[in-house]
């Protein structure tokens, strides 16, 4: 009597949540359509880091090709491997944060969309240039559709999963985004030293990325629009058509059709910059701006120059790409591992855990100059970067509301970009001044900012609907 009491109670309970937009979403099960979902999204994420980390691979093609210089022979008076990497980083930085308030205006899947295109025309243009100057300039434009990218992606995969799979749906997307390192790193192994069709070989890398990213994009038209943002805008028969469709791909009956006095439609149809640093929000700003700033120092000042922080080291050319392509394995492996678990622990402990653990094998990275124990080490950092990446992606969409959510996750992941794009010129020369050891001090010190500022003033989302955190 008691069980059959006990499961009357919760389908009526059930029933009752899933009469609002939040309650539908959160009802929807762990099923093979959500998954394929979250697989074609995570996709487009794919080629932004793809193209991030191709920075490092290709430049050594670049200059072995005569269009880079190093040192004051660079077209700024600097190596064009840092300034290239600063172009990449300063188009992150315009994108993120000038270009993502368009996707709180005009929608999620528009605004990803024509960024994914604008990618892959801008890096299929830079594979065809043979100047330092428009390889720069091209790879600067590349930048920008990529900083409005994966600003949007994650806006829009927080407000399509479940509460209860929050964090993992952010994980198994990390896992797919994170295949691109290794590839990236084993088809500039294979394809830099070598020229094919009269093209040198970091051509065909670049290539390959612009390609496929175009492909891709033909496969995602279909996704649908956030069902939060249209119930947001007032389009709420749009946002019920969208959520049934979800619906029924997951396995599961269509829910009622939400109220428009439903909290999602409650929202103001326009968000404006200065309610980002409104009383319930300045301090959230605030932390993330910092976490972010510092953030990116460690994962891109790791990732980014492991190839030359392994040269540093002792390690020839040949070796230090082929050590680099192992130990981006961690990058898919961490996320996927952590998947497993990503539900079971607040974000911002995930956070703060995983910049400990950069500190303590960073630190034994640069203390050991053995070609094992340097591959295991940066492994290990490589696992830490994965674990910090899709917790902290999925922890600053969950902490704004719909209606600023792409604005001020946008403005405050800038300044990841901004950082890396001037980082990137101060490693470079404290690679040249003080070696790798002195690189790794400073991406030890950076994550200990991240631990601290997140540590301190970050709020708990674990489990919780966005409309209530």
């Not at 389009?235 to 939400?258: N, T, W, Y």
């Not at 601290?452 to 970050?458: A, C, E, F, K, P």
């Amino acid at each position: 009597m008691t069980t059959t009491y006990s499961t009357g109670v919760a389908t009526d309970r059930i029933a009752t949540e899933r009469q609002t937009l939040a309650g539908r979403i959160d009802a929807l099960p762990s099923s093979a359509g959500l998954w394929r979902f979250i697989t074609l999204l995570a996709l487009g994420g794919f080629f932004e880091l793809y193209d991030l980390f191709e920075t490092g691979y290709i430049s050594a093609g670049l200059v072995a090709a005569g269009v880079f210089h190093t040192g004051t022979a660079g077209v700024f008076g600097i190596a064009d491997q840092a300034a290239f990497a600063s172009a990449t980083f300063l188009g992150l930085f315009v994108g993120a944060s000038l270009l993502t308030p368009y996707a709180d205006r005009f929608g999620r899947r528009l605004t990803f969309m024509c960024a994914l295109a604008w990618y892959g025309a801008f890096s299929l243009l830079m594979a065809f240039q043979h100047s330092a100057e428009m390889i720069i300039l091209c790879r600067f434009l590349v930048g920008i559709g990529l900083g409005v990218e994966l600003v949007t992606i994650d806006t829009y995969l927080s407000e399509w999963v479940p509460a209860h799979l929050r964090s993992r749906a952010f994980a198994f997307s990390f896992f797919i985004q994170f295949l691109s390192v290794p590839t990236v790193a084993l088809m500039s192994w294979w394809l830099v030293p070598q020229t094919l069709l009269g093209l040198e070989g970091w051509r065909w890398v670049v290539i390959a990325g612009a390609l496929c990213s175009l492909v891709i994009w033909f496969i995602r038209k279909n996704l649908p629009e956030s069902a939060r943002w249209l119930a947001q805008q007032g389009r709420h028969q749009d946002a019920h058509r969208v959520l049934s469709e979800m619906e029924k791909r997951c396995g599961i009956a269509p829910g009622d059709d939400f109220s428009q006095r439903d909290a999602a439609a409650q929202l103001p149809k326009k968000g404006r910059f200065s309610e980002i640093w409104a009383p319930a929000y300045r301090q959230r700003t605030l932390m993330l701006v910092v976490m972010n700033f510092f953030q990116a120092i460690g994962f891109f000042g790791f990732g980014n120059w492991l190839p030359a922080l392994l040269s540093g080291k002792g390690a020839t050319v040949t070796h230090s790409l082929l050590y680099a392509f192992f130990i981006t394995l961690a990058y898919p492996l961490g996320s996927l591992i952590c998947s497993r678990y990503a539900d079971r622990l607040e974000n911002k402990w995930q956070i703060v855990f995983s910049s400990l653990m950069t500190v303590v094998f960073g630190t034994l990275f640069a203390l050991t100059s053995n070609p094992l124990l340097m591959v295991v080490c940066g492994f290990l950092i490589t696992y830490s970067n994965a674990w910090l990446t899709f917790s902290y992606h999925a922890y600053q969409t969950e902490i704004f509301p719909t209606h600023i959510r792409a604005r001020a996750v946008g403005f405050c992941y800038s300044f990841s970009r901004l950082s890396t794009a001037f980082s990137s010129i101060l490693i470079g020369l404290i690679l040249q001044y003080a070696g790798s050891q002195g690189v790794i001090v400073f991406i030890v010190l950076s994550m200990l900012m991240v631990m601290l500022s997140v540590g301190i003033y970050g709020p708990k989302t674990r489990g919780l609907d966005l409309e209530n955190i």
